[in-house]
């Protein structure tokens, strides 16, 4: 099967078929994302919330993505592996933008980087990236590392100003090259709307079914999700919880380890 590239993922608009991607951190949940025939094997700078515990992305660093990177590089075979650009790791300027996404391709062998915002704020890291050879994946919408100036994780474009800016900002980034954008959080009329007037892939996550593809969280589908727009597709983690259990219990109660499970 052919590696998918930022190539084949932008021809892939207007052809009817859905692009999937998922979240992967580490070595054995990106080979089952990959076997399972996921298009993108995003490495998110969400593994801040779901594998470390905070309480938001703000303080995952470049050594800690290009670390969970690589793990994932190493595992996928078929799917575009996509690492996002953590926290200030280009909106401090166009070099340091460069720098660090390098990093991620050079030391996490990414064959993308995702960074959030706008083209009008951040068109100089994408231009510098994008010189460089790096395929960029734009990210507008709900954008977690302006969580504290959004005021929380909340539901963008609701008013008719702001309507009009996230579809500027989609927009700026078909404009600047990237060849995709996730749009986070959004109505669903409104990322219909992007998604019809723009000639690269929309990634939606919490915005609807119009979108050109679909993102969630790893973790979310397997039974950690709480948010409204993600969906439990297996209880693992209630399984996990369980195996736990009766392990715990057997080693109570003396039942393990039994005869088969001692070397003779």
Not at 88 to 105: C, E, F, K
Not at 141 to 167: D, F, H, W
Not at 206 to 216: I, M, R
Not at 243 to 255: L, R, T, W
């Amino acid at each position: 099967m052919a590696r998918i590239t930022a190539v084949s993922l932008k021809e892939r608009k207007g052809q009817g078929g859905k692009i999937a991607m998922l979240t992967a951190y580490d070595f054995p949940t990106a080979q089952i994302v990959d076997a399972a025939g996921v298009d993108i094997a995003l490495v998110g700078d969400s593994c801040g919330m779901v594998v470390m515990g905070r309480p938001d992305t703000l303080g995952v660093t470049m050594d800690q993505m290009c670390y969970h990177t690589r793990m994932v590089a190493d595992a996928v075979e078929h799917a575009m592996v996509v690492a996002d650009m953590p926290f200030l790791s280009y909106q401090v300027n166009p070099d340091d933008a460069l720098r660090n996404a390098g990093r991620l391709i050079v030391e996490g062998r990414a064959q993308g980087v995702k960074l959030e915002g706008s083209a009008d704020k951040f068109g100089g890291a994408i231009t510098a990236i994008l010189r460089a050879g790096i395929p960029v994946m734009g990210h507008i919408g709900l954008t977690p590392q302006s969580v504290n100036q959004i005021g929380g994780y909340k539901v963008q474009g609701r008013s008719t100003e702001c309507r009009a800016r996230l579809m500027d900002e989609a927009r700026g980034i078909e404009e600047a090259g990237c060849f995709a954008v996730v749009l986070e959080c959004i109505p669903a009329d409104l990322a219909a709307e992007i998604t019809e007037r723009v000639s690269i892939p929309t990634i939606g996550i919490g915005a609807g079914a119009s979108c050109d593809g679909q993102v969630l969280v790893f973790h979310d589908i397997l039974g950690w999700g709480t948010v409204r727009f993600t969906r439990t597709f297996a209880d693992v983690r209630g399984l996990m919880r369980q195996g736990c259990e009766d392990y715990v219990k057997a080693v109570q109660d003396g039942s393990f380890p039994s005869e088969e499970n001692v070397f003779k």
